[in-house]
C-alpha cells in the first residue's frame, strides 16, 4: 500500500513537501516514484529513485524538485521548491519491481498552485 500524503494550496514560489508511506513492500528494494497528473492530461513520471539511491528527474523539475527516502520509515518523500501553476496536480508515488509500476497508485495527493 502505498499512501500519499502533504498536499494543498499554496502560491506560486512556495514549497511543499510530499510523502508516501509505504506498506506490504521495502522502499530500499524498489524503484520508488512520484508521478502526477495534471487536469485532462496524462499521468507523467516527475522523479524516480533507484533501490542504489540513484535518483533522476523530469526535465521541468531539475533543480526544484528532491525525491527522497527514509529506509527506516519506509517511506518517500518529495521536496518540491520554487513551484509554479504548472505544478499543479494530483501527485502519487509508485513502486516499480523489475520493469512493471505496481497497479495501485492510491488517492494520490492534491498540489494547486496559485499564480
Known amino acids: 500500500q502505498l499512501q500519499a500524503s502533504g498536499g494543498g494550496l499554496v502560491q506560486a514560489g512556495g514549497s511543499l513537501r510530499l510523502s508516501c508511506v509505504v506498506s506490504?513492500?521495502?522502499?530500499?528494494?524498489?524503484?520508488m516514484g512520484w508521478f502526477r497528473q495534471a487536469p485532462g492530461k496524462a499521468r507523467e513520471q516527475v522523479a524516480i529513485?533507484?533501490?542504489?539511491?540513484?535518483?533522476s528527474y523530469k526535465d521541468s523539475v531539475k533543480g526544484r524538485f528532491t525525491i527522497a527516502r527514509d529506509i527506516a520509515k519506509n517511506t518517500v518523500y518529495l521536496q518540491m521548491n520554487s513551484l509554479t501553476p504548472d505544478d499543479t496536480a494530483v501527485y502519487y508515488c509508485?513502486?516499480?519491481?523489475?520493469?512493471?509500476?505496481?497497479?495501485?497508485w492510491g488517492q494520490g495527493t492534491l498540489v494547486t498552485v496559485s499564480s
Open positions: 509508485n513502486a516499480k519491481w523489475g520493469n512493471a509500476w505496481l497497479d495501485s
Open positions: 506490504g513492500i521495502t522502499v530500499r528494494r524498489y524503484v
Open positions: 529513485i533507484s533501490s542504489g539511491g540513484s535518483t
